[in-house]
């Protein structure tokens, strides 16, 4: 069964740094783009970054740009968001996402918040 088990999350202050993990298992994690989506409370779902499958192809939301940073290490099927000069508004519980002709399978989540 495929898992996507995020960490890493907690409290930052604004203009904090943080860096999440996601960990995955039970697929060949290196055939396949990944992503960070996040939802801030009452929100809805929000795209922030998708990397490719052999870590060659970045993207990133307008909102993070400059700000995040995606990657990934294929060899211990792991992929990475380090996140720099948080604002409150990147509060939100951030998503692993698989993509494959859609996004097929989601983390449970790891909460960031924001604030001072």
């Known amino acids: 069964e495929v898992q996507l088990v995020e960490s890493g999350g907690g409290l930052v202050q604004p203009g904090g740094s943080l860096s999440l993990s996601c960990a995955a298992s039970?697929?060949?994690?290196?055939?396949?783009?990944m992503n960070w989506v996040r939802q801030a409370p009452g929100k809805g779902l929000e795209w922030v970054s998708s990397i490719s499958g052999g870590g060659g192809r970045l993207y990133y939301a307008d909102s993070v740009k400059g700000r995040f940073a995606v990657s990934r290490d294929n060899s211990k099927n792991t992929l990475y968001l380090q996140m720099s000069s948080l604002k409150p508004e990147d509060t939100a519980l951030y998503y692993c996402?698989?993509?494959?002709?859609?996004?097929?399978?989601w983390g449970k989540g790891t909460l960031v918040t924001v604030s001072s």
């Open positions: 039970s697929f060949t994690f290196s055939s396949y783009y």
């Open positions: 996402v698989r993509y494959q002709n859609g996004m097929d399978y």
